[in-house]
Nanobody, 120 residues
């Protein structure tokens, strides 16, 4: 499985960006997809996640009300709409897909990351 992110870039504080992550390959074992981020000198943290089979979502408290995760199962794609961006949101954002099946066992895939820079 390959995960390819797109949509990062430079934006001013208060602006918006939309990240996308497209999964290709054998994806039937993936149950969840989400976005992590890692700022310089900080640990990687989960920003938002969504189940593939349903609509359950989970958000980092700091982004609640500003970020929205969504999915397009037909295209094996998830999106992260980021509004009211703050300089503290500056980080490399990574797409993650994970799950379990009796065929594959546990699976955990990562994209290469896309840089989001929010200027003050």
């Amino acid at each position: 499985v390959q995960l390819v992110e797109s949509g990062g870039g430079l934006v001013q504080a208060g602006g918006s960006l939309r990240l996308s992550c497209a999964a290709s390959g054998t994806t039937f074992s993936i149950n969840n997809m989400g976005w992590y981020r890692q700022a310089p000198g900080k640990q990687r943290e989960l920003v938002a996640a969504i189940t593939v089979g349903g609509d359950a979502t989970n958000y980092l408290n700091f982004v609640k009300g500003r970020f929205t995760i969504s999915r397009d199962n037909a295209k094996n794609t998830i999106h992260l709409q980021m509004n009211s961006l703050k300089p503290e949101d500056t980080a490399v954002y990574y797409c993650n897909a994970w799950g379990y099946s009796d065929y594959d066992g546990g699976v955990d895939y990562w994209g290469k990351g896309t840089l989001v820079t929010v200027s003050s």
